[in-house]
């Protein structure tokens, strides 16, 4: 028998992939599921007891929680990435840590196929083909919900006459968890004009008093909140949603184009990942030069945009990369951060490489290391160009 590798979620779609695949075609089926800080151990146990119920010949979990950080998010903090200013890239970004460790599982295994059960109406089937028809050239890519057109209906009345006693009953609202943030998606996400309510958002706000918090970055990486150092920023940032995320903040939804040109909105909820990139980029407003900031923005925007629409291989990114971390050499210090219900504020933030010193001169008071002399000449030369520009232009048109 041929065997195939099926990134496997446990959900519908996946679970029609598993017996299809293996009753339909004839494969040998091996599921794989990829955690990126989503599920709990008891969901991961749910997860591989499906698998194995619908007779799969073997289910493995990976952990790339830890990976997905060390490769993925710690550039989208670096870059303070907020896709259409508004989106952190909580699906986009995971999703290419689950496709390169799938490929990496498929070539272990020395499979014949790999399969995902991506539809045809999304970004992920982009993402998941691009990684796998790089990293695993030649072996066959099965998508059976895109290539059959499934209708829900369909695939519950297939699972029903395999003796798939499952339930499937639709939720009124799709959550996919992250450690880099949750997608939250339903009727009012499928049309132009409509906000979530608040029972469909998966934490529920139950803060209500103001609280403060002091994160602590080291060369651009979260490793302390409130004094507290943890071991890798992973733990750090599941620490902080504890905190932050009972106060509804970090809630949006996000209007984006999808790579295969339509238009799509899905709402969020990452209440650590957007404190952290606010706070993180008022630390770089003080100790990074304008020219560093400038052309950081620059390159951030392109490395979000190129990440989310599955380029993750290229080696562009990799150089990128390179100047993002280069940039944080300096990126160290804490910010102060009050948390309120649907908001919060940054305070300020200490750092010994804060560039705003007052041994310098006091923005609108008072300049310790220059002379009025020197700003006079300084505005003159400044200035020079566009000043023979104009005359130039003033005299051509008498």
Sequence with gaps: MKKVILAFSGGLDTSYCAKYLS???????????????????????????????????????????????????RFLIYGNVLKNATYPLSVSAERMSQALATANYARAMKAD??????????NDQVRFDIILQILVPGLEIITPIRDKRLSREAEIDYLKS??????FEKAKYSIN????????????????????????????????????????????????????KFDHPTLAIQHLQEIAGPFGVGRDIHVGDTIIGIKG???????????????????EKHVLTKWQLSWKDQLAQFYGNWLHEGQYLDPVMRDIEAY?????????GSVSV??????FVINGIESKYDLMSSKFGKYGEMNLGWTGDD????????????GIYHQVKAEAEK
Excluded: C
């Design 23 to 73: 009753e339909d075609l004839g494969y040998e089926v091996h599921t794989l599921t990829i955690n990126t800080g989503g599920f709990s151990p008891a969901e991961l146990a749910d997860i591989e007891k499906r698998a194995l119920g619908l007779g799969v010949a073997s289910h493995k979990t990976v952990e790339e929680t830890r990976n997905y950080y060390d490769k993925v998010i």
């Design 113 to 122: 196929a790999v399969a995902h059960g991506s539809t045809g109406a999304g």
């Design 162 to 167: 395999k003796g798939v006693a499952f339930n």
């Design 177 to 228: 968890k992250g450690l880099w943030g949750t997608s939250v998606g339903g009727r009012e996400t499928l049309q132009s004009m409509g906000m979530l309510p608040e029972e469909a958002w998966p934490t529920q706000v139950t803060k209500t008093a103001a609280e403060e918090v002091v994160l602590t970055f080291d060369k651009g990486e979260l490793t302390g909140i409130n004094g507290k």
């Design 265 to 283: 909105r899905v709402g969020f909820e990452a209440a650590a990942p957007v404190v952290i990139l606010k706070a993180h980029h008022a630390l």
């Design 324 to 332: 993002l971390e280069s940039a944080q050499q300096h990126v160290s």
């Design 338 to 343: 009050t948390l309120l219900p649907h908001r």
């Design 375 to 386: 700003v006079k000449g300084f505005t003159k030369i400044f200035g020079n160009q566009v």
